[in-house]
């Protein structure tokens, strides 16, 4: 059993992030097995769910001609297009159903609002509207956390930078995670949280 203090954060194993699914990353059902055997480590275990309404603004689908995998300025910067994914109620949103969500504490639906994307498990991608974890974290007095889940490039990196940011000692088993990998988005994320001081372990 690890301390008290420390956390485990599953980010986003759900069906449409694997394989078969809407926006499947590669391989993504093959870290399910280790995340069920880290859960038992850990005091506190939190489950993120991507959850969109089907007007939701990071959907290509909803941006009459445009192709999914390119980017568009939203006022909070640049925003990739995604497939539609993760519709809240779909199959596609529901968790993988080999995950083990009976050992959760708590639940973080994300991404449910039409106008923002939320790739972290803290803020929405303005980086100022806050999902609530920070405070629940905080106030069970958890100053680490290890994080896991899909995708390492998106999701798990902009949850473990603001983690770091929020001054919680941030750790990535990158071997419980699988990338999308876009256009180089893997080399940058791995970048950006070894320079905010995550670490990346195997
Ligand atoms: C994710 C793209 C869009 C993720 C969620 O979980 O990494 N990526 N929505
Ligand atoms: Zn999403």
Redesign the pocket.
């Known amino acids: 059993m690890r301390p008290a203090t420390d956390a485990l954060i599953v980010?986003?194993v759900q069906n449409d992030?694997c394989p078969g699914g809407a926006?499947a990353v590669a391989e993504g059902d093959e870290i399910i097995r280790r995340i069920n055997g880290l859960m038992g480590e850990f005091a506190t275990v939190v489950l993120t769910q991507?959850w969109h309404p089907a007007n939701h603004a990071?959907f290509a689908d909803n941006h009459p001609g445009a192709e999914p995998f390119t980017l568009i300025q939203m006022p909070y910067g640049p925003q990739v297009l995604?497939p539609t994914?993760?519709v809240q109620g779909s199959r596609g949103a529901e968790f993988h159903r080999d995950l083990r969500t009976d050992p959760a504490h708590l639940i973080v639906r994300k991404?449910f609002r039409p106008e923002i994307?939320s790739?972290s498990a803290f803020f929405e991608n303005d980086h100022v509207t806050p999902t609530g974890l920070d405070g629940y974290l905080r106030s069970r007095g958890v100053t680490a956390v290890t994080l896991v889940g899909?995708?390492t490039d998106?999701?798990?990196a902009y949850s473990a930078l603001d983690a770091a940011r929020l001054e919680f000692k941030a750790t990535v088993l990158e071997g419980a995670t699988r990338a999308?990998d876009l256009n180089g988005s893997l080399s940058e994320a791995r970048d950006k949280m070894r320079a905010a001081g995550v670490a990346l372990e195997a």
Do not use: E, K, M, R
Request: proline share 0%; with cysteine.
């Open positions: 980010i986003d992030f926006l991507d990071s995604w994914h993760c991404g994307d790739y899909l995708a998106y999701c798990v999308i």
